[in-house]
């Protein structure tokens, strides 16, 4: 090996950058391996894991469970009580066609309601933005929200 200092010749330049490229390509192909490595037994793991917990986790979800039941009957058949009967008033086809009706119609008024609120909140903040738009741009924006404010302004 030459001293500090001392100047190397072409070829062991060449030979000096030649071992370096074999080095790091050596030091490159070692560390994607180990992180490949690493990516592998991660997700090998996670796999080996669901694979040992599917049996367990189908047969607790109850897909192929098997069951004993046994219902036991106390009372009298004949007597219905009064939450049977009321079960059977709301299921009736005309009591859920009337609740239909009922819950549409609040849909339209609850929708009618926010389609104005809506609108007044707009006209409400339009001076505001007309302010905003003149600082910005000189001369405002001309849109039907913009025309219904400024008449009700009074100021076209």
Do not use: N
């Amino acid at each position: 090996m030459a001293k500090k200092g001392a100047r190397l010749t072409a070829q062991q330049e060449i030979f000096l950058l030649r071992e370096q490229v074999h080095r790091l390509r050596v030091q490159g192909f070692a560390t994607g391996t180990a992180k490949v490595g690493q990516i592998l037994a991660k997700w090998g793991m996670l796999a080996l894991i669901a694979y040992f917990l599917h049996d367990p986790l189908v047969e607790w979800a109850g897909k192929d469970t098997t069951a004993h039941i046994s219902i036991d009957a106390h009372g009298k058949l004949e007597s219905r009580s009064r939450i049977e009967q009321a079960f059977e008033v709301v299921g009736a086809p005309e009591t859920t066609a009337l609740l239909g009706v009922i819950f549409g119609m609040c849909g339209v008024i609850y929708g009618l309601r926010e389609a104005r609120l809506r609108r007044r909140v707009r006209e409400e903040l339009l001076p505001y933005k007309l302010i905003h738009e003149r600082m910005l741009e000189g001369r405002p924006s001309q849109t039907s929200a913009t025309i219904r404010a400024e008449r009700a302004q009074g100021t076209s």
